[in-house]
């Protein structure tokens, strides 16, 4: 069984405990502690510990009472809750990805996880087949907290050697559970409306397109990236990830090759000026060089799949 001592923060999270349950069956359930702010273990599935990302002095005991060799920071506030409280949000962003950079390097960990995201691209990024490399100016806090971890991410690689390695995601979409606080959240709650055959109503306009992706091609992805030779990683800030483009509109067309009487109504709100100011499209052509990345799931394997869990789901 692996060697390896994994940390994961943020576990309870719509990525957080798919990955966990992963993880475990990679390194073996006693390998790796989940934790997270909440005192409730929700996969029900130790070891889990409470662990607030602030408390730097918790941090560091944890790390050293289970000799921890790898750390998957998992933590964050997204996107559209994290306007509510900017200041809060670039704490818990920002200064918990520091804390564990300073762990990292003061405990010699041997490598870490830091997830970025599509929301570091703004304005000045071109919106179709956005390229590895661009000009960073994000509209929200979340975006500004995730460009700036990147470059400190780099930083500690350049002046410590630190083994850190992150990807940029786009939406995610799974039926493990309902995310929370995120733009692209539409892509989760639409399927659940499905299947309950009630009509959805769309925070978005039907014609914003964003990039996507299937929760078992991101968890692969995050999972292949921390197992490639260190030697194989020439990006230190973060992968662009892509898997799929699409919007509200084709979306629901998907749905309705499978249930065709689904109804949508379109009501957009804040979340679509936050929606707009990011990329429709990823040139992930770095990511699929380097460590050889490459999607399973387009639009319709996804929706196929999705209705098939949350069908199993809903009538269990």
């Keep these: 069984m692996s060697k390896d001592k994994i940390l994961i923060t943020g576990a309870n999270g719509q990525l957080g405990r798919v990955l966990a349950t992963e993880l475990r069956k990679v390194h073996g359930k006693e390998n790796v502690l989940a934790t997270d702010i909440s005192t409730t273990d929700i996969l029900n599935n130790s070891p889990y510990e409470f662990l607030d990302i602030m408390n730097v002095m918790r941090l560091e005991e944890i790390v050293d009472e289970h000799q921890i060799t790898q750390i998957y920071h998992m933590a964050a506030i997204l996107s559209a809750s994290g306007e509510w409280n900017p200041m809060k949000t670039w704490k818990v962003n920002f200064d918990g990805h520091l804390s564990i ?5 003061k405990f010699q960990i041997e490598k870490v996880f830091f997830p ?3 929301a570091v691209f703004g304005t000045t990024t071109p919106r179709e087949n956005t390229p590895q490399h661009v000009p960073l100016m994000p509209s929200t806090v979340y975006g ?10 780099n930083y500690y690689h350049d002046r410590y050697g630190t083994d850190i390695r992150s990807v940029r995601y786009p939406g995610i979409i799974g039926y493990q559970s309902l995310p929370s606080g995120g733009t692209t959240d539409y892509a989760v709650e639409i399927y659940h409306a499905a299947i309950k ?3 959805y109503e769309c925070f978005l306009a ?3 397109r964003l990039p996507m992706m299937y929760m078992s091609d991101a968890i692969r992805a995050t999972i292949e990236l921390m197992q490639v030779d260190k030697e194989n990683i020439n990006i230190r800030t973060s ?9 509200p509109g084709e979306i629901t067309e998907s749905i ?8 949508i109504k379109y009501k957009p709100d804040h979340r679509q000026d936050i929606a707009a100011s990011w990329t429709e499209s990823i040139d992930d052509s770095m990511a699929r060089r380097d460590w050889g990345w490459k999607e399973e799931y387009d639009l319709d394997a996804m929706t196929e799949d999705m209705i098939k869990n ?6 269990s």
């Design 197 to 199: 055959g009630e009509e």
């Design 116 to 118: 970025s995201t599509i």
């Design 239 to 247: 992968y662009n990830l892509s898997a799929m483009s699409f919007t």
């Design 256 to 263: 309705r090759k499978f249930i065709p009487d689904f109804k």
């Design 101 to 105: 950079l300073e762990i990292a390097e």
């Design 310 to 315: 949350l069908r199993l789901q809903f009538d």
């Design 206 to 208: 039907e014609d914003t």
């Design 144 to 153: 500004i907290s995730k460009s700036t971890g990147e470059l400190w991410s």
